[in-house]
């Protein structure tokens, strides 16, 4: 039988991602689908206005939406909030014993949350065991990156584990879906650049050293390496595509590079439904990878990797392209509570012995 | 009386742009136009799919398109040919005494030929008394950067003058006129990023260090900075926009930076009628430059920095934007005949005592 | 002297094409700004996100945000207002004594306001003096149409005038700029169709045929014409593109058609700065007009017409485009003052004897 | 066991889309590929540059390319020629006793050839028996329509058996895809309308009224209404959206419209793997449909239905949207296959008796 699932947030556009991708799930079913006030009382179908390209699921059409409080919640909770609402809202759900995996930024760099991408850094789940939501009723929260760090952490994990890695440099062109609905005006980016995003660039800095950190007791000590990230914003619907320069802290030749991503198969064995075989895929092409066509691979959930050449400045640089909203946001989500359920952290959600 | 010029390569993109900037130019006049073989006979107004958003002057369109042999030609030649034609072509109209001013990559990097910018380096302009072109018929080549490089060397140039540079790390988004006509394929830049575009990087490394490089006798050194390009494709029609970080030899504070740049006016008191009066331009707003905003700044001319913040891993950050086909390719050019003119190398264009 | 003016709404798209093309009006000088409560006491620099690719002008940017009063306003008022606050605030200026020179739909219908397009027919403006505002204060108002009918009628005017028209279809590719800003999101936009604007067929219906209606005492009779319009929005960011085929009163041949046209110069005499020597312009080449080709044609003035060929069903088909925030909006206002100057009844304004 | 079948063009955007729809068809298997001749003796994932958005499979990049030649060609080949080349090759490969099922232009109103969408005009098909290869060698030629036809006819089709058509008008805004690839210069449509389609209007009109056509003997006799095409390319990757006006013989409300598109499946029992269970989709939404949303309904081979009401001019007006690529080239071919299949004419392909 399915676990039920409840989403916070569901009508915006990670919250439909997540019913889209939770379709079929085999292991978890949507059962409880909140949103703002003012939705409330409507069915799903009346409040949603559905962006996707695939149709809103009949059956999901016709829940109410409920009011964003714990009570009647399931005790899987899919969080796709706004910061600012994620930070007052996602607290009461885990001290009502509920297991939030959220998208929000808000509790991200907060010392006892932990930030995961499970083919990265999954030993750092053990952080929920210090959250003070755990010990009282069972419950906690658990994060995934921003949009635009997953890519890019994906692609440098296998790097860091082989070679190290001393300094970063990423410029991103990332897509309009990452701002949300409505989010970017057509007026601001149709045949245009936004060289700009809010606290992008900070979010991406700090979140890539804390993934690519190691576990120190109840601590994450970050990566020790300098990073700069310039974060743009381009006329693209889905898929952030970034330029990538890093510098080894040991040497390593582009066979070395292409093997440790072609050998990165972390979660092999562990039968997650929505883990990609291939969690970084190289595309030989010397024009690739592209948005449009590569940002589906892996059902959305592989990072693909192109273009590696030597670079002027450090040593290597190529080109990584990832989903936002799946492999950025919904599937991030997902992919971590199929983690936890096979750790056997929400099966049943409960408080620790 | 206006100088009469001719123009290679007259019916692609850049020989449009050509065309536009010189109507009602103070100076010049267009009194020749040339293209293709297949073209050759007609007039001009049959022979061109005209591009640009204002329309094609009558006059021109009238004009007979003749064929690219310097017999007949005006000794003053705008030349915008892909550069395997440039390569065979601008040395038959050097050697029959044309001051050929070419946008072409086809002899930027040979020793003896100046690769300027007037704001940057128009000192390298003697290099041309070095050509034997110049010994024995008066003609000359003189060529203008990459449409990539030259918003980046004006951003720089006032930074290297004042602090020193080290380091230059850059990665490109970069419109599609820059590859002419028809050029990109719809199919591959909409909603879509092209990770690549052919030898533009390393154009773009060699062409900077070059352009900020110092004359030394009849050799330019180059730049002694390490550099890393990385160059895009976006889906913008006009307006290269640039993510820069830059490692300085001597610290300089926010506000010198700024002063750098608004101080920049190396060409006050010359009168050329192309010269932006303010080559870059700061926007402090936190979003721009943009290309479909900023492009047109200083009439095309004018380079546009914005962000200027702390970089990581080296000092600064920042972004720049300049018009690929205006500053980037025929206004380019046109600038450097009019600082050519105004030296006396155009006037007429003789065999040196 | 110039004369004062005023613009009502002068934050948003419309109202910051007003500011752009009355910059250096010979006749009009701006002098009084007004927005939304929230700007009100900034600085119009302050308050407005400008969106042009023309810099703000700085005497502009310096002026005070007024609240939307008539007290301290200017006796000539550009109103560039959403329809809801245009019917609240219109009738307090008219009411005032200010001539009301509208770009809203609010009383583009209204039995006693005029909806003009001055080369079409300046003869309705006379209904301004059956308006109340007129007998007590002076006061008026004048409309000009939505953007998607000013060019179909401009290109229908001469048709009519020769020919008659017995139907009209009329199919719609619009620009995202006649949506304001933030307007369209980018979600809904790129790569993508929208087949429907709100409203927006309804009143390209009714307004094409009061235009093109004749002033009979105090009334204007609509064209006797069947109409059918579909309006849909497309990825471009200025000019509005329409397919339109007609049914004719009395045959006429593709060259009297194109005559027609040419001859359409019913201004001509007039010299009002803003007026197009050619108000239609007829583009012989096959695949025109294109909106980032021509919609600056005559200063984003003209209305150009293509594609001239048989209709099977109805007579003759053909493809007309302008701009939709120049002719379609602030500049079709911007007109309609020229022409009241030119007809006395801007100077001063005045109660009637 | 699947039956081989061939690629002629097989290189090309609707090359690609059969490559991707036969993947897993559990009728068909990909056995041979042919391309020009510069492609012959190379691999297929040589030859290629693939567009599409799921990776070349794998068996078929390892696939020779051979020469356009029936030689040792499977009897049934898929065709994605040009026509003028489709003009020289389908009837040698129909000659040689192949069925050739075409997506070209070529053939398409010739008498003798069926023009088919097998939810429309299934009995069309038995015009090949008259075709001259038939009966010489058992091959024949049978052809689908025109993109821009065929999403038109799917819509009109239930309308005109139930309430007939007098008139039709049509207006479209077609993607890029459609012209193949390079095909559409980014120059020319990145936020621009191109409102014009080489003989797009004049196929659109003559293959509409074939395909609702009655097959009187061995004659098409072509519907009698009228039409008129309007054709534009718009910037959109994929699915052509078209806005349709339409008069009835008997009128019909909106109930009985609606009623006769949901009950329109033809091709219910037959269990054809291609086809979809609902070809004509209605979509209640006032704003749809929308390519980037709704053109894969039915894995693209959905025709959908939006916005319905009544028109000024004619009766009714809606829009109508279908995925070009899938429904409008290659999905229709294959369904054209697998209709044959089911009739019993490609079992195996032999002279009748």
Same mark, same amino acid.
Request: proline share 7%; glycine share 8%.
């Given at each position: 039988?399915?676990? %039920?699932?409840?989403?916070?947030?569901?009508?915006?556009? #990670?919250g439909?991602?997540?019913?889209q $991708?939770?379709?079929?799930?085999?292991?978890? /079913?949507? =059962?409880?689908?909140?949103?703002? !006030?003012?939705?409330?009382?409507?069915?799903y179908?009346?409040? +949603?206005?559905?962006k996707?390209?695939?149709? $809103?699921?009949?059956?999901?059409?016709?829940?109410?939406?409920?009011? =964003?409080?714990?009570?009647?919640?399931?005790?899987?909770?899919?969080?796709?909030?706004?910061?600012? @609402?994620?930070?007052?809202?996602?607290?009461?759900?885990?001290?009502?014993?509920?297991?939030?995996?959220?998208?929000?930024?808000? *509790?991200?760099?907060?010392?006892?949350?932990?930030?995961?991408?499970?083919?990265?850094? =999954?030993?750092?789940?053990?952080?929920?065991?210090?959250?003070?939501?755990?010990?009282?009723?069972?419950?906690?929260i658990?994060?995934?990156?921003?949009?635009?760090?997953?890519?890019?952490?994906?692609?440098?994990?296998?790097? #860091?584990?082989?070679?190290? @890695?001393?300094?970063? *440099? +990423?410029?991103?062109?990332?897509?309009?879906?990452?701002?949300?609905?409505?989010? #970017?005006?057509?007026?601001?980016?149709?045949?245009n650049?936004?060289?700009?995003? &809010?606290?992008?660039?900070? &979010?991406? %800095?700090? /979140?890539?050293l804390?993934?690519?950190?190691?576990?120190?007791?109840?601590?994450?000590?970050?990566?020790?390496?300098?990073?700069?990230?310039?974060?743009?914003?381009?006329?693209?619907?889905?898929?952030?595509?970034?330029? +990538?320069?890093?510098?080894?802290?040991?040497?390593?030749?582009?066979?070395?590079?292409?093997?440790?991503?072609? %050998?990165?198969?972390?979660?092999?064995?562990?039968?997650?439904?929505?883990?990609?075989?291939?969690?970084?895929?190289?595309?030989?092409?010397? !024009?690739?990878?592209?948005?449009?066509?590569?940002?589906?691979?892996?059902?959305?959930?592989?990072?693909?990797?192109?273009r590696?050449?030597?670079?002027? $400045?450090?040593?290597? &640089?190529?080109?990584?392209?990832?989903?936002?909203?799946?492999?950025?946001?919904?599937?991030?989500?997902? $992919?971590?509570? /199929?983690?936890? #359920?096979?750790?056997?952290?929400?099966?049943?959600?409960?408080?620790?012995a």
């Amino acid at each position: 039988m399915r676990q %039920q699932i409840g989403i916070l947030g569901s009508t915006g556009m #990670v919250g439909q991602r997540f019913i889209q $991708l939770l379709e079929n799930h085999p292991w978890f /079913e949507v =059962a409880w689908l909140a949103a703002s !006030d003012r939705s409330s009382g409507r069915t799903y179908g009346e409040a +949603v206005r559905w962006k996707l390209d695939t149709p $809103l699921p009949a059956r999901i059409a016709g829940l109410p939406v409920s009011p =964003a409080t714990p009570e009647g919640a399931p005790k899987i909770i899919f969080a796709a909030l706004d910061a600012d @609402i994620a930070r007052e809202l996602e607290p009461k759900f885990a001290a009502a014993g509920c297991a939030v995996i959220s998208n929000s930024s808000a *509790f991200r760099m907060q010392q006892d949350v932990p930030l995961v991408i499970p083919e990265v850094n =999954a030993e750092h789940l053990t952080l929920v065991e210090n959250q003070s939501w755990r010990r009282e009723s069972g419950g906690y929260i658990v994060t995934n990156p921003n949009c635009s760090a997953i890519g890019l952490v994906l692609a440098l994990k296998p790097i #860091v584990e082989r070679f190290g @890695i001393d300094a970063i *440099f +990423v410029s991103t062109m990332q897509a309009v879906s990452g701002a949300g609905y409505p989010g #970017v005006p057509s007026m601001d980016i149709l045949g245009n650049v936004v060289p700009y995003i &809010k606290n992008e660039e900070e &979010k991406m %800095q700090e /979140e890539t050293l804390k993934l690519l950190g190691r576990l120190n007791g109840c601590l994450v000590e970050p990566l020790g390496a300098k990073m700069s990230a310039h974060c743009n914003r381009v006329a693209v619907e889905d898929g952030h595509t970034e330029s +990538v320069s890093i510098k080894l802290s040991r040497r390593a030749t582009r066979d070395e590079m292409l093997a440790a991503w072609a %050998q990165f198969t972390p979660l092999a064995g562990r039968d997650l439904p929505t883990a990609p075989a291939q969690p970084v895929e190289f595309i030989p092409a010397e !024009d690739r990878p592209q948005p449009r066509l590569d940002r589906m691979r892996g059902a959305g959930m592989a990072a693909t990797v192109g273009r590696l050449r030597p670079c002027g $400045l450090l040593d290597w &640089k190529f080109t990584v392209l990832s989903h936002n909203t799946i492999r950025g946001a919904a599937g991030a989500a997902l $992919l971590n509570a /199929e983690l936890l #359920v096979s750790l056997g952290k929400l099966d049943p959600v409960a408080v620790p012995a």
